[in-house]
């Protein structure tokens, strides 16, 4: 058993959230590996009490400033530093006192703490894919530059870097994204014009966040995993394809210049790439249910519907064409997917949200940061706009 030294000391940023308590798990289960530095929530802080009593950490933040005195009341006996407001996750994150934050934030909010982070020199376990989305060059360079290790907890990426162990000097030829499907797979717009939130919030395979698990209904979410992968790999866009595979069994391939193909497999549970992102390069022996593969018999692919889940195109000629195009894309989306799970807009009326911003904002080829911040209140603003049409 390593001494308390050699423990790492992770900062959960959306502590609160699905990737953010299944962290927590993984910490529970292994205490003598990992131990809670930071934990941050925007609005829970019931959960992030309870989490902080539990886990003793240096210091929490909660996002909603007015929910600042109850933290702070409730955590008096402790030596825990309680911080309010999005300027301190910033704070927070630019700590020397952790080893590596698990970005499990959602949203664009996300991308200045995990930025911070990088700039600081912090390995990062990114679940927060929208921080890629969004301005990917920036982070990949800073990365680069501080040699920051970002390792993704997303599924298929995960998948993607465990398969790519030892193959440093092997080019990838293009990776395949296995795609669920999602609640409405095989359905037709006819159907998914009155498809409302409690539907749609269904996932068959994974329990997930609000925004994902809609992002996962209208295919937008494996558009965004597209860019994702774009970044993290360092690949071109006709490098990443997408394969409808509804077990989720396997998360991902990566097929090498001599033909082969490498997959990752199990059951699906993001407790493991989570863990495997903390724990990385090693791997941790746990109790996780196993895959038998006697009860899978047949595992399907298929192509995805693009002419029906048209958000996966929209990603994609956003993909293609760069520049602050993918920023103007998240932004759209995260407003129609906030209308929708608000009841105020339809399912379809998501997709013509997006389009109309993508059609809309301007373009810029090479952005700043800056630009990006601008690029995303902008196509926000856009968005909001066709909300009551
Ligand atoms: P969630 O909604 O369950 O949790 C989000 C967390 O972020 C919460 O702790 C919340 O308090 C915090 N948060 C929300 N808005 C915030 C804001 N404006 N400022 C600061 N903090 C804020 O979401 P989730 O499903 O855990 O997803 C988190 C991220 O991980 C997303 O980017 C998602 O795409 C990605 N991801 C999730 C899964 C999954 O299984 N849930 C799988 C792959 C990737
Ligand atoms: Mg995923």
Not at 45 to 73: C, H, W
Request: charged share 25%; proline share 5%.
């Amino acid at each position: 058993m390593p001494d308390q030294n050699t423990k790492k000391r992770i900062a959960i940023f959306g502590s609160t959230g699905s990737i953010g308590t299944q962290a927590l798990d993984v910490i529970r289960a292994n205490p003598g590996l990992f131990e809670v530095e930071i934990l941050t929530a925007q609005t829970n802080d019931e959960l992030l009490i309870t989490q902080a009593l539990e886990f003793g950490p240096n210091a929490v933040v909660i996002g909603d400033d007015s929910r600042y005195e109850k933290l702070k009341e409730a955590l008096s006996s402790t030596d825990i530093k309680v911080f309010a407001g999005a300027k301190a996750l910033e704070e927070v994150a630019d700590f020397d006192t952790y080893d590596m934050m698990l970005a499990g934030i959602v949203g664009f909010a996300g991308l200045k703490p995990t930025l911070k982070a990088v700039e600081k020199g912090k390995a990062v376990g990114l679940a927060n894919k929208e921080t890629l989305v969004v301005a990917g060059d920036i982070v990949m360079q800073k990365a680069i530059e501080k040699r920051v290790p970002i390792i993704p907890v997303d599924s298929e990426h995960s998948a993607i870097f465990q398969c790519l162990v030892g193959e440093a000097r092997n080019p990838i030829e293009k990776v395949i994204l296995t795609a669920s499907g999602g609640p409405f797979f095989g359905k037709k717009p006819n159907f998914l014009v009155n498809v409302k939130r409690d539907h749609a919030l269904q996932h068959p395979n994974w329990s997930m966040g609000a925004k994902i698990s809609i992002d996962s209904a209208t295919l937008m979410n494996k558009g965004l995993e597209m860019i994702e992968a774009k970044w993290l790999f360092n690949l071109r866009p006709d490098q990443i394809e997408v394969v409808i595979h509804p077990q989720s069994i396997i998360h991902s391939m990566v097929q090498f210049e001599d033909g082969s193909i490498k997959a990752q497999m199990g059951l699906p549970d993001m407790k493991l790439p989570i863990q495997y992102a903390m724990a990385f390069p090693g791997r941790v022996k746990n109790d996780f249910p196993r895959l038998n593969f006697r009860k899978y018999p047949a595992l399907n692919f298929e192509e995805p519907d693009v002419k029906t889940f048209r958000n996966l195109s929209l990603a994609v000629e956003a993909l293609h064409k760069g520049g602050n195009m993918p920023c103007i894309l998240n932004a759209a989306n995260e407003i129609a997917v906030w209308a929708f799970l608000r009841n105020r807009i339809g399912f379809l009326d998501m997709t013509a949200m997006v389009e109309k911003t993508m059609q809309n904002v301007a373009f810029i080829e090479k952005p700043s940061l800056q630009e990006y911040f601008e690029s995303d209140g902008e196509a926000r603003n856009f968005a909001a706009t066709l909300i009551n049409l």
